[in-house]
């Protein structure tokens, strides 16, 4: 139960940041910040105490199909809008939420069947490529990404990270209890993409989380790298040491190449205009 309320108190507190990131210093920056491997550092950390090496490595082989799962549930805060006009901020949530869902359950019986014929490994890895393929794709022509003009409250900012630390101690229960598949899912539960558009959605308007969408479906391919070394790294070097190897190999590799990427062709676009 120690590690349980640990794991959740920090994926809590470290999602609130994320909102600010975005919020100061705009959707590139802040959605490549936002998407740093944060949650799932405590989450990786509280399967491996509860449920051991084996049980981690079947939940973080997911981990990359569930972000994917999550760029697409930000993908139609992107496209709906642009299917409907006047979407209002509760048809956005239901929309994405029961899109998240399907795909979600849909998801899970392929991905349980995949790994009865393929290495966790495999799975993995397919879902990484997946992932950066759709976020190369949906931030090949990038749209405006301004900063917010009004601060978020901080009732809206407690809220989500209380969103973040249930989502990430149920996870960890799972584990626990001898259920790594719904762990992996429940631990990428979009709670941070969520109250991310929601509150930016509230205080500044649409377009600043349209505008961080894209940055935020490429940046969470860090989330998936550090997926695919923590079953390596944990048992290892430990949860800590471990935990610092698997964080800064996933930011070297994904994050700020992510942030280049977004940049360039944000340059590009100007140049071209």
Known sequence: MQTIILSALFAGFVA????????????????????????????????????????????????PFWMLLNALFVASWVVYPRMKEGVS???????????????????TISLSEALNHLSETTVGVAGFVCLVGLGLWMTWTPIAAPK??????????V?????????????????GMGMPI?????????????????????S??????TGAAGPMMLGGSSVAMYSLIAPWALPEYGIYAGSAICWIIAVVLTSLPAYTWLSWRKMKLKISS
């Open 182 to 202: 719904i762990a992996g899912l429940a631990s990428v539960f979009p709670a941070i993409f969520l109250t991310t558009m929601v509150a930016l959605w509230i």
């Open 159 to 175: 809220m989500r990270g209380l969103a973040a630390a249930t989502a990430i101690g149920i996870a960890v229960q799972f584990s």
């Open 89 to 107: 901020l509760g048809q956005m949530i239901f929309v994405s939420l029961g899109f998240w869902t399907v795909l979600a359950v849909l998801m």
């Open 148 to 157: 917010g003009k009004n601060p978020v409250t901080k009732i809206v900012l």
């Open 204 to 209: 500044q308007g649409s377009d600043v989380p």
């Open 16 to 63: 609130i940041l994320v909102t600010v990131a975005i919020e100061k210093w705009g959707g590139i920056v802040g959605g490549v910040l936002g998407t740093l491997p944060t949650t799932i550092v405590p989450a990786a950390m509280g399967m491996y105490v509860e449920a051991g090496p084996d049980d981690l490595a079947t939940s973080m082989s997911l981990i």
